[in-house]
């Protein structure tokens, strides 16, 4: 192809020459032929493979957060096919249309082929970067130059990496040499992914991270919302099994949209965004004063009479003569009376919990003032349909479902909203229960080696040296694992690059992420990576942030073209598999292993051996012993490290198991055993070791917060913009929603939703992507639709078609409006993921200057849920919509 020779390659020669289709149009050939035609992989007079000459590989797919274990189909050096792994207990061979698209971005004719640097120091939306051809040498010779300048110069915390779509061995380049060199600031993507989601989970149930469901087994699906079978963390599994489900399970939809599980759902609740906590809250109120509660795992008063009556306070202990505690079912009067006199009146726990902890306290304090009438009220809902759902989800218990990411929590007050819906899970007896949620299954993976060993003293000081992102101020919280500054805030990097608090970023390096795209308030994002001196980015396209470097390095996909392990759970069942190179187009390297060795060995070069050293000395094939000498040997012995707990023959590790290395290859993954029901129970790792209601590892984490900074918890709360005062901050609790915009100004409430086509923000650059954009519903083909109900539309004055404008306090952008039923009266809903501005000509009307439609993240404010560090998406967000 013409342009992979090109030395200077502007906005026009990219997308010009990367194809030299001549009288060969792209519908001649079915989308994927035509893309391999034009990456020169295929030639177009013979472009059928022979059946039988090719070879099944694993590999895994990241499209989603799903990460399925995947088979790809290779013949003659390109790969034709991908299917589930036969292997895999979760999806079999069945699979979603993510696992296809994925060929388009690998022979994506616009993707990134070889490193190129910038020639025009001018950085901004419409700037041409004037990128010209280099030599990897020289890509990384610069790279350690700048990295070496601030080192000599004492500021090594100038330095930054950020985050994206990752493989297990992302912390080799992103954290442990950042280390090396000195710097705190490996930046994960994480806060703008669901860290409000783990919040309540891990506040109530003791478990930081994302949890499966049972669907299988289950009897009733609540979704707050999420869309579990167009984008969720198991939507290869739910689309397998959700049919399936629907035989002998209800489902019940709160989402002000009429969203692709909606339509498969019992019911819809069209619930007024933002407000999912007041509902929540709701169920619960009727399941206690209904007696709808699941026994078995939360226990009942000593004497079987339902004391939740509404409006009414329960006495914490309640006196009681001696003989009628012999008569207490499960429990003996010895038992409740011990220590005490053997008669007269004793006080005992007026409910006796078994595997919960402060049920009373939270009803005391919250729940028995939030009526289904109080709920209808703020979420515009009928309270017989908020009635009839707690109702059913109490006859279904424990075999329920309770999904909230990516939905309820993504609000400036989510971590609440996120206790508020974890809390049904407790009351169900849903967690750990068959039918219900678990945690993700165990997956020992190997570790990889730390690098505190090759750290001198300058980069001993400056890695301790506050990071970036703020974390830990008394604004910004962020309570990982009951630390205060423990998670990340992703979102708050720009505001901090701009304003140079707590210090200037000098050089960044971003691997396979698009944050001035990606990140709401994205074009602060744009400001603040033009305003960095020296930008290193790993990509496979000129995406927006690609096209703020200063020197671009062509990734490989990391489902073909590299070495991995990548880890997840569902169905019951831990995976652990493999992605492995198996076809290289262009002059790319593996982002997780190449790369480092790259830099490491132009350091080396430079005099500064550390980073070099650390990799040969901790890297070692586990099976000879012998010290990798270049990246891709790198990363193999890094994926045999990391998983030779499941084929090394001494191990001990259950699930399944194969003898060799080799062996293991050709498999492409392990599985766990099957997910020990109710093992935890009791034992959940809060402080009590049980299910807590009244969070104690909340009440220890804020004021632990509070100390640090010399204040109180209520002080806190304040600052980070939350209600509660008081022991409401340790419960699930009802915070009223924040509204961005002026009823009066921006009248219409914004709904970002997430299109079944994407792949975590790639994918788009393809005929594919704008052609069927109305498999989502309401959405239009090759156009980026706003959907609006058509009362609003009558009002408006607005038809399906037609060009508008969407105004909020954050920006403005165009697209086309969709007259829809399925939108909630006075709500917008968008999908994301158009309005690029860059990436390649499917995404654009002018590469890098005019995009097709707009980024919902330029109407997004920015702003963040503080307990958790999570960016803010949902909720409130005000807009107007003006006719162009």
């Given at each position: 192809?013409?342009?992979?020779?090109?030395?200077?390659?502007?906005?026009?020669?990219?997308?010009?020459?990367?194809?030299?289709?001549?009288?060969?149009?792209?519908?001649?050939?079915?989308?994927?032929?035509?893309?391999?035609?034009?990456?020169?992989?295929?030639?177009?007079?013979?472009?059928?493979?022979?059946?039988?000459?090719?070879?099944?590989?694993?590999?895994?797919?990241?499209?989603?957060?799903?990460?399925?274990?995947?088979?790809?189909?290779?013949?003659?050096?390109?790969?034709?096919?991908?299917?589930?792994?036969?292997?895999?207990?979760?999806?079999?061979?069945?699979?979603?249309?993510?696992?296809?698209?994925?060929?388009?971005?690998?022979?994506?004719?616009?993707?990134?082929?070889?490193?190129?640097?910038?020639?025009?120091?001018?950085?901004g939306?419409?700037?041409?970067?004037?990128?010209?051809?280099?030599?990897?040498?020289?890509?990384?010779?610069?790279?350690?130059?700048?990295?070496?300048?601030?080192?000599?110069?004492?500021?090594p915390?100038?330095?930054?990496?950020?985050?994206?779509?990752?493989?297990?061995?992302?912390?080799?380049?992103?954290?442990?040499?950042?280390?090396?060199?000195?710097?705190?600031?490996?930046?994960?993507?994480?806060?703008?992914?669901?860290?409000?989601?783990?919040?309540?989970?891990?506040?109530?149930?003791?478990?930081?991270?994302?949890?499966?469901?049972?669907?299988?087994a289950?009897?009733?699906?609540?979704?707050?919302?999420?869309?579990p079978?167009?984008?969720?963390r198991?939507?290869?599994?739910?689309?397998?099994?959700?049919?399936?489900?629907?035989?002998?399970?209800?489902?019940?939809?709160?989402?002000?949209r009429?969203?692709?599980?909606?339509?498969?759902?019992?019911?819809?609740?069209?619930?007024?965004?933002?407000?999912?906590?007041?509902?929540?809250?709701?169920?619960?109120?009727?399941?206690?004063?209904?007696?709808?509660?699941?026994?078995?795992?939360?226990g009942?008063?000593?004497?079987?009479?339902?004391?939740?009556?509404?409006?009414?306070?329960?006495?914490?202990?309640?006196?009681?003569?001696?003989?009628?505690?012999?008569?207490?079912?499960?429990?003996?009067?010895?038992?409740?009376?011990?220590g005490?006199?053997?008669?007269?009146?004793?006080?005992v726990?007026?409910?006796?919990?078994?595997?919960?902890?402060?049920?009373?306290?939270?009803w005391?304090?919250?729940?028995?003032?939030?009526?289904?009438?109080?709920?209808?009220?703020?979420?515009?809902?009928?309270?017989?349909?908020?009635?009839?759902?707690?109702?059913?989800?109490?006859?279904?218990?424990?075999?329920?479902?309770?999904?909230?990411s990516r939905?309820?929590?993504?609000?400036?007050?989510?971590?609440?909203?996120?206790?508020?819906?974890?809390?049904?899970?407790?009351?169900?007896?849903?967690?750990?229960?068959?039918?219900?949620?678990?945690?993700?299954?165990?997956?020992?993976?190997?570790?990889?080696?730390?690098?505190?060993?090759?750290?001198?003293?300058?980069?001993?000081?400056?890695?301790?040296?506050?990071?970036?992102?703020?974390?830990?101020?008394?604004?910004?919280?962020?309570?990982?694992?009951?630390?205060?500054?423990?998670?990340?805030?992703?979102?708050?990097?720009?505001?901090?690059?701009?304003?140079?608090?707590?210090?200037?970023?000098?050089?960044?390096?971003?691997?396979?992420?698009?944050?001035?795209?990606?990140?709401?308030?994205?074009?602060?994002?744009?400001?603040?990576?033009?305003?960095?001196?020296?930008?290193?980015?790993?990509?496979?396209?000129?995406?927006?942030?690609?096209?703020?470097?200063?020197?671009?390095?062509?990734?490989?996909?990391?489902?073909?073209?590299?070495?991995?392990?990548?880890?997840?759970?569902?169905?019951?069942?831990?995976?652990?598999?493999?992605?492995?190179?198996?076809?290289?187009?262009?002059?790319i390297?593996?982002?997780?292993?190449?790369?480092?060795?790259?830099?490491?060995?132009?350091?080396?070069?430079?005099?500064?051996?550390?980073?070099?050293?650390?990799?040969r000395?901790?890297?070692?094939?586990?099976?000879?012993?012998?010290?990798p000498?270049?990246?891709?040997?790198?990363?193999?012995?890094?994926?045999?490290i990391?998983?030779?707990?499941?084929?090394?023959?001494?191990?001990?590790?259950?699930?399944?198991?194969?003898?060799?290395?080799?062996?293991?290859?050709?498999?492409?993954?392990?599985?766990?055993?099957r997910?020990?029901?109710?093992?935890?129970?009791?034992?959940?790792?809060?402080?009590?070791?049980?299910?807590?209601?009244?969070?104690e590892?909340?009440?220890?984490?804020?004021?632990?917060?509070?100390?640090?900074?010399?204040?109180?918890?209520?002080?806190?709360?304040?600052?980070?913009?939350?209600?509660?005062?008081?022991?409401?901050?340790?419960?699930?609790?009802?915070?009223?929603?924040?509204?961005?915009?002026?009823?009066?100004?921006?009248?219409?409430?914004?709904?970002?939703?997430?299109?079944?086509?994407?792949?975590?923000?790639?994918g788009?650059?393809?005929?594919?992507?704008?052609?069927?954009?109305?498999?989502?519903?309401?959405?239009?083909?090759?156009?980026?639709?706003?959907k609006?109900?058509?009362?609003?539309?009558?009002?408006?004055?607005?038809?399906t078609?037609?060009?508008?404008?969407?105004?909020?306090?954050?920006?403005?952008?165009?697209?086309?409006?969709?007259?829809?039923?399925?939108?909630?009266?006075?709500?917008?809903?968008?999908?994301?993921?158009?309005?690029?501005?860059?990436?390649?000509?499917?995404?654009?009307?002018?590469?890098?200057?005019?995009?097709?439609?707009?980024?919902?993240?330029?109407?997004?404010?920015?702003?963040?849920?503080?307990?958790?560090?999570?960016?803010?998406?949902?909720?409130?967000?005000?807009?107007?919509?003006?006719?162009?």
């Open positions: 192809m013409q342009w992979f020779h090109d030395t200077k390659i502007s906005r026009r020669t990219f997308l010009a020459g990367t194809g030299a289709l001549g009288a060969l149009t792209a519908f001649q050939l079915n989308p994927l032929m035509q893309a391999l035609v034009n990456a020169g992989v295929v030639h177009a007079a013979n472009p059928i493979p022979i059946p039988g000459s090719g070879e099944w590989v694993p590999t895994v797919c990241q499209g989603c957060t799903t990460w399925c274990m995947k088979e790809a189909y290779v013949q003659d050096g390109r790969v034709f096919h991908v299917r589930g792994n036969q292997h895999s207990k979760i999806t079999g061979k069945s699979g979603c249309v993510r696992q296809s698209m994925a060929l388009t971005e690998l022979y994506d004719p616009d993707r990134v082929r070889y490193p190129m640097k910038r020639t025009n120091p001018r950085k939306r419409g700037e041409d970067p004037g990128f010209v051809r280099i030599t990897w040498e020289e890509a990384m010779d610069t790279f350690a130059e700048k990295l070496l300048d601030l080192r000599e110069r004492g500021v915390e100038r330095y930054m990496t950020t985050r994206g779509r990752y493989g297990g061995f992302n912390g080799v380049m992103l954290s442990e040499i950042t280390k090396i060199i000195g710097s705190p600031n490996n930046i994960s993507h994480s806060a703008i992914c669901a860290e409000a989601d783990k919040f309540g989970p891990y506040y109530m149930e003791g478990f930081w991270g994302y949890r499966q469901y049972d669907i299988t289950s009897r009733y699906q609540l979704t707050f919302g999420t869309d079978i167009a984008a969720n198991q939507v290869s599994f739910a689309t397998r099994e959700w049919g399936n489900m629907l035989d002998q399970a209800k489902v019940a939809v709160a989402d002000p009429f969203s692709s599980s909606a339509q498969k759902a019992d019911e819809w609740l069209p619930l007024k965004p933002g407000t999912d906590s007041a509902l929540a809250l709701a169920l619960a109120h009727v399941i206690l004063t209904e007696g709808l509660w699941y026994k078995p795992f939360v009942d008063f000593f004497d079987g009479q339902n004391r939740f009556v509404p409006g009414q306070t329960v006495e914490l202990e309640t006196m009681v003569d001696t003989p009628a505690n012999a008569a207490m079912e499960g429990e003996s009067a010895e038992a409740l009376t011990a005490t006199e053997a008669s007269g009146p004793t006080a726990p007026t409910f006796n919990e078994l595997y919960t902890h402060g049920l009373v306290q939270w005391n304090l919250e729940l028995k003032d939030r009526t289904p009438e109080w709920a209808a009220e703020i979420t515009d809902l009928p309270v017989e349909q908020i009635v009839r759902v707690a109702r059913d989800l109490g006859a279904a218990a424990p075999n329920v479902g309770v999904w909230m939905g309820m929590h993504m609000t400036p007050r989510g971590s609440y909203a996120s206790m508020c819906g974890h809390a049904l899970v407790g009351l169900l007896g849903a967690a750990d229960n068959e039918g219900g949620s678990m945690r993700f299954s165990s997956r020992p993976v190997g570790k990889l080696a730390k690098s505190s060993d090759y750290m001198d003293e300058l980069a001993k000081v400056h890695s301790k040296m506050e990071k970036i992102d703020r974390r830990g101020r008394l604004e910004h919280p962020a309570l990982k694992k009951g630390k205060s500054g423990g998670g990340v805030v992703t979102g708050q990097i720009a505001e901090s690059i701009l304003e140079e608090d707590p210090y200037p970023i000098e050089v960044v390096y971003a691997s396979w992420n698009n944050f001035a795209y990606s990140n709401t308030g994205a074009k602060q994002f744009e400001e603040a990576f033009a305003k960095v001196p020296f930008m290193v980015i790993s990509t496979l396209n000129l995406a927006e942030t690609t096209m703020l470097a200063d020197i671009v390095l062509p990734s490989a996909h990391s489902m073909f073209e590299r070495w991995n392990v990548v880890a997840n759970s569902g169905n019951g069942y831990g995976v652990v598999g493999i992605q492995q190179p198996m076809v290289k187009v262009g002059d390297r593996q982002d997780e292993s190449e790369i480092p060795w790259l830099l490491a060995e132009a350091l080396d070069r430079k005099g500064f051996s550390a980073p070099l050293e650390y990799l000395n901790e890297f070692k094939d586990p099976e000879t012993g012998v010290q000498t270049n990246g891709d040997e790198l990363g193999l012995y890094m994926a045999k990391m998983t030779k707990p499941f084929w090394d023959p001494e191990s001990t590790v259950g699930g399944s198991k194969v003898g060799s290395w080799d062996e293991f290859r050709k498999v492409g993954m392990w599985t766990s055993d997910y020990p029901f109710r093992s935890r129970w009791g034992k959940f790792g809060t402080k009590t070791g049980n299910f807590e209601f009244y969070s590892g909340l009440k220890e984490a804020l004021g632990k917060h509070a100390e640090k900074h010399n204040v109180g918890i209520d002080r806190v709360l304040e600052v980070c913009n939350y209600e509660a005062r008081g022991e409401l901050a340790f419960i699930p609790h009802y915070e009223n929603p924040v509204r961005k915009g002026s009823e009066s100004e921006y009248p219409m409430l914004f709904i970002d939703a997430k299109h079944k086509l994407n792949r975590e923000g790639r788009c650059n393809h005929y594919w992507y704008a052609g069927e954009r109305d498999v989502e519903p309401g959405d239009l083909k090759f156009e980026d639709a706003a609006i109900n058509p009362v609003d539309a009558e009002r408006l004055g607005l038809k078609g037609d060009a508008i404008r969407l105004v909020s306090p954050a920006g403005s952008i165009t697209c086309k409006a969709s007259v829809w039923e399925g939108v909630r009266p006075g709500c917008v809903v968008k999908s994301f993921g158009m309005g690029h501005w860059a990436y390649g000509r499917h995404t654009s009307v002018e590469f890098g200057k005019t995009a097709i439609g707009g980024n919902n993240n330029e109407l997004i404010p920015l702003d963040f849920d503080r307990l958790s560090g999570s960016s803010v998406f949902a909720g409130q967000n005000g807009v107007r919509i003006e006719k162009v």
